[in-house]
C-alpha cells in the first residue's frame, strides 16, 4: 500500500515511523516532511493546502491511503476533495472540521448534544462582549472564535485583562480569527486530553495523554504550542474515560450525524477534570503535537490498520491492542520560543542516538544544510522514549535530549512531573 501523509512536524514524523512499522505500509510519502522524516520516507514538495494538487499528486504516484497530519488543510477542505475523488483519506470533512476551527460551532454542538462545558455567550460585537464580562466578573476566558495557532485564548484573571482582550480581537490581532469571540466561565480542575477515532458514529478511543503547555519549568512562562507530554494520563480513570464517553463525545458524534456533516478521523478531546467529572474545553479534530509522539510509540505499526478502518467506515470490526506501557515526550525549542528566534543553527550529536520503539527523537523543525543538521522553527525536536513504567520512559526521553548536541535550543526538565509525583512506579 502506498500511503501519503501530509504535514512536516513532530507529529508527522511519529505518525511516519508507526507506519512504517506496519508490513503493509509500501511506499511512504511525507509532504513537505523535514530532515528527520527523509531518512525515513520520501519527502515531497506539495501545497498541502490545495485539495487539487493534492488529488493531482496522490493520483500520479499511485497513493491508495492518504492521512492528513495538521488542521489547516482539513479547514481547507482537502479531505474533501480526496474523499471526492475516491482516495481513502484519515481527516475529517471541512463542515466536520468546523468542531475545531469554530469555537462558538463546538459551543452550540454540545449545547444540542447536552454535553457539560463551561457556560458561555458568543458575541460578534465588542460592547456586547465587555457588558457580559462585567455581569460575570473574572477569572473568565476569552476565545477568537477561529483557529489562531492556538494563541487565540486568554484565560483572564482580572476583570481588566478580559476588557482589554475583546479590543485586541476585535482590533484583529488574530485577524479574521478574532471578528467573533466567546467568552466562557473559568473552569479549574485537571486537564487532560483523551484521543479517539470516529468513523461517523463508531467511536474506537486510542489513548489519552497530558501536555505541558508552559515554556519553562514549573509551568512557568509564556503558552506554547506545548513543551512536552505523556501517555497515559492518570486522571483519566475508568470512570472518567466512561463520563467522557458517554457525556462528551458519543452525544457530540450523534449531533454531527444528524446535522447531515458525520466526524472521520481523530478527535482530540480537550477536557478539564474535576471531583471526577469531565467537562469539555475544546475539540481538535487532528491528533495533538507532541501528544502524537506519545501515542505513535504504544501503538505502533497497528496505527495503519486503525487509521485505514476508520477512513473506510470499518471501525466497528476493530479493537486496539494496548500494552501496559507509557511514553513521554520532551520538546527541544530554539532559544527564544515562543517569541522570535534565530533559524539555521546546527543540531549534532543526532546521528548516534539509538532509533527503537523504546527510544526515538522525532523531528518537528530541520533542515539539512551542508550535510548538517539546523533548526528551522520554533519546536525542533522531540525526544521520545517508551517503557513499562512513566519513570523508565521518562529516563529514557531525558538520556536522549541530554546527547544532542545543541548550544541554542532548550528544553524543559520537569515533563511528567505531577504523574511522576504521584506514581511509585
Ligand atoms: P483551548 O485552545 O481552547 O484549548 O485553550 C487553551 C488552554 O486554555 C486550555 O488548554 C486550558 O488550559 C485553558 N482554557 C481554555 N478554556 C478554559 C476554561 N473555560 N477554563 C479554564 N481554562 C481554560
Ligand atoms: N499540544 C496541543 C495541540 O496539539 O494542540
Keep these: 500500500m502506498n500511503i501519503l501523509i501530509l504535514g512536516g512536524g513532530g507529529r508527522e514524523h511519529a505518525l511516519a515511523w508507526a507506519m512504517l512499522q506496519n508490513p503493509k505500509c509500501d511506499r511512504l510519502i511525507v509532504a513537505p516532511g523535514n530532515a528527520g522524516i527523509a531518512l525515513i520516507a520520501d519527502c515531497a514538495n ?197 463520563k467522557a464517553l458517554d457525556q462528551i463525545v458519543r452525544p457530540t458524534m450523534a449531533e454531527m450525524v444528524r446535522r447531515g456533516t458525520p466526524f472521520h478521523g481523530v478527535l482530540f478531546v480537550g477536557l478539564m477534570i474535576e471531583d471526577g467529572q469531565p467537562r469539555l474545553v475544546e475539540y481538535n479534530v487532528r491528533f495533538g503535537d507532541p501528544e502524537c509522539q506519545c501515542l505513535m510509540m504504544r501503538l505502533g505499526g497497528q496505527v495503519l490498520d486503525l487509521t485505514l478502518a476508520c477512513a473506510q467506515g470499518r471501525l466497528s470490526e476493530m479493537t486496539v491492542n494496548w500494552a501496559a506501557d507509557h511514553a513521554l515526550t520532551v520538546v527541544l525549542a530554539t532559544e527564544g520560543y515562543p517569541g522570535a528566534y534565530e533559524k539555521g543553527s546546527v543540531i549534532g550529536g543526532l546521528e548516534d542516538l539509538p532509533d527503537d520503539s523504546f527510544n526515538m527523537v522525532f523531528h518537528a523543525g530541520t533542515d539539512r544544510a551542508d550535510g548538517r543538521f539546523v533548526a528551522t522553527g520554533g519546536r525542533v525536536l522531540t525526544a521520545t522514549g517508551r517503557g513499562p513504567t512513566l519513570a523508565e520512559a521518562h529516563a529514557r526521553a531525558y538520556a536522549l535530549a541530554d546527547k544532542i548536541d545543541w548550544p541554542q535550543g532548550f528544553f524543559r526538565s520537569d515533563i511528567g512531573f505531577r504523574a511522576l509525583s504521584t506514581q511509585k512506579t
Design 46 to 242: 506539495l501545497d498541502i493546502m490545495n485539495g487539487e494538487a493534492v488529488v493531482q499528486f496522490a493520483s500520479d504516484e499511485a497513493i491508495d491511503f492518504v492521512i492528513v497530519g495538521p488542521e489547516a488543510p482539513l479547514g481547507a477542505g482537502v479531505a474533501d476533495d480526496l474523499r471526492d475523488a475516491g482516495i481513502d483519506v484519515f481527516g475529517p470533512s471541512a463542515a466536520a472540521a468546523r468542531l475545531e476551527t469554530s469555537k462558538s460551532f463546538t459551543k452550540a454542538i454540545c449545547d444540542a448534544a447536552g454535553a457539560p462545558t463551561a457556560a458561555y455567550g458568543h458575541f460578534t460585537h465588542a460592547d456586547d462582549a465587555k457588558d457580559y464580562i462585567r455581569t460575570q466578573g473574572a477569572p473568565i476566558v476569552v476565545k477568537a472564535d477561529g483557529l489562531a495557532a492556538g494563541k487565540g485564548v486568554i484565560v483572564a484573571m482580572t476583570e481588566d485583562e478580559a476588557l482589554a482582550a475583546v479590543d485586541d480581537m476585535f482590533a484583529g490581532s488574530f485577524g479574521d480569527a478574532g471578528a467573533e469571540v466567546v467568552i466562557e466561565e473559568f473552569m479549574t480542575g485537571e486537564e487532560a486530553s483523551f484521543f479517539v477515532l470516529v468513523d461517523g458514529q463508531t467511536v474506537l478511543p486510542v489513548g489519552t495523554a497530558q501536555d505541558h503547555k508552559r515554556a519553562f519549568d514549573g509551568d512557568k512562562g509564556p503558552n506554547t504550542g506545548g513543551m512536552g507530554a505523556y501517555s497515559p494520563a492518570p486522571v483519566m480513570t475508568d470512570a472518567v474515560t466512561q
